[in-house]
């Protein structure tokens, strides 16, 4: 066969790097169910068995937090990984399971030490590192490639976010071999790393040092992707960041109030953790996709109504005890009989006010069909009737054509 010298320009160069990476990718989808199911029912089987574990070493219940998490992770990241594989926005939702089971591990692995098991010592300690996945997933590689796997745009400044984060966990991992103790929540005594090496111990410091840079980058560049992608997405795009954006801006609250407030932070962890893989799994798979405005609003008008119905409740009590000689349950009757009488009231108020910010179309359409219903009791003219009756299906619900039959 004859080549010729524009051959080689339509062909372009592939590096060895590219063509592992593609390799890797390709091996994936098309074992997506093997891999994926594997991985699923070794995290969920961890959870199981350190659940078991628990009561056999006297620890408290609370260290099962974070398992509705861990298990919605797992099935929402098998779910797409099978579904739609060439996306990797499954993979990375199973990579962050994968850290997340570090407290299951943990469990495990205090449980093996203390029934003198040496594996023990080894799974620890790698859970004691996991936390480079969930910070690589979450917080670095799902903001940035949600919700189609690609970056925002061909800028360079995006490959070099994702240089960033890519570098940022693989420096991040070496604190695997640092010399010193295991960090695990559930044991009660050190343990020395068994990975540490303390021949490169000033490497790997000077390593973790590096990585510090590399995730501002990351951090920085992974978020402003979400206001990027905001700007220019279209319907179907920004209807699938409104499911997960509000996911990601609660995730935080828990962590934030640990130190403050443990008990009110474990009951957020979870319920609230487990709604990011959700969000993002119904995104993906556009389920039910354009219910999210229906929602959002439903659930800012009932916080707003219940905010006020426990100012009210709480003022009364509050001025009834001031006002009453004596302390009586009159107080509290009269503020939960005022709390409920106010309920509906408020709530119809209340929802009407948010349908008119966060679901405007909703409030329209009701608009347009109670004014056809007033305009109706006083109509006696048929054709006017059908001429109004189809004007307000064009304005509701916008159909590309519109036809209206009248049995005669």
Not at 274 to 280: E, G, L, N, S, T
Request: overall charge positive; hydrophobic content about 55%; charged content about 15%.
């Amino acid at each position: 066969m004859t080549t010729y010298p524009h051959d080689t320009l339509a062909r372009p160069k592939t590096t060895v790097m590219q063509r592992v990476v593609t390799g890797a990718g390709r091996l994936l989808v098309r074992h997506a169910r093997v891999v994926a199911g594997t991985a699923a029912v070794i995290m969920l089987a961890s959870c199981v068995a350190s659940t078991i574990a628990i009561p056999a070493m006297g620890e408290s219940w609370s260290e099962l937090i974070l398992w509705p998490a861990v298990a919605s992770f797992v099935i929402s990241g098998w779910l797409l990984a099978v579904r739609v594989p060439h996306n990797p926005v499954g993979w990375l939702l199973l990579m962050t399971a994968v850290g997340l089971s570090f407290l299951p591990w943990s469990v495990l692995s205090s449980w093996m030490i203390m029934h003198g098991v040496d594996a023990g010592r080894w799974t620890g300690g790698l859970a004691n590192s996991s936390f480079v996945l969930d910070v690589g997933g979450l917080a670095l590689l799902l903001p940035l490639l949600f919700p189609d796997g690609r970056l925002p745009s061909a800028r360079r400044w995006w490959r070099i976010v994702l240089a960033a984060d890519l570098v940022y966990m693989v420096l991040a991992a070496f604190n695997i071999f640092e010399v010193g103790n295991l960090d695990i929540p559930v044991l009660h005594r050190k343990v020395a790393n068994p990975y540490g090496i303390g021949a490169i111990h000033s490497t790997v410091v000077a390593l973790i040092t590096i990585s510090a840079p590399m995730l501002l980058i990351g951090f920085i560049g992974s978020f402003s992707a979400i206001v990027v992608r905001w700007r220019g997405a279209g319907p179907v795009q920004r209807a699938q960041m409104k499911w997960v954006v509000p996911a990601l801006v609660l995730a935080p609250v828990p962590f934030i109030l640990h130190d403050w407030a443990q008990p009110v932070s474990d009951t957020l962890m979870t319920f609230i953790l487990p709604m990011v893989p959700i969000a993002i799994a119904i995104a993906v798979l556009r389920y039910r996709l354009y219910e999210i405005d229906r929602i959002i609003s439903r659930a800012v008008a009932y916080l707003l109504v219940t905010g006020v119905l426990v100012g009210v409740y709480v003022g009364c009590i509050v001025l009834a005890d001031a006002l009453l000689p004596t302390r009586s349950s009159f107080g509290v009757a009269a503020s939960t009989l005022a709390a409920a009488a106010l309920f509906q009231p408020v709530r119809r108020r209340v929802q009407a006010v948010v349908d008119r910010r966060f679901n405007r179309q909703r409030y329209d359409v009701a608009r347009t069909i109670d004014a056809f219903a007033v305009r109706l009791r006083d109509e006696v003219d048929s054709d006017a009737i059908r001429t109004d009756l189809v004007g307000v299906a064009a304005a509701s619900m916008e159909p590309a054509s519109i036809s209206l039959w009248v049995a005669s």
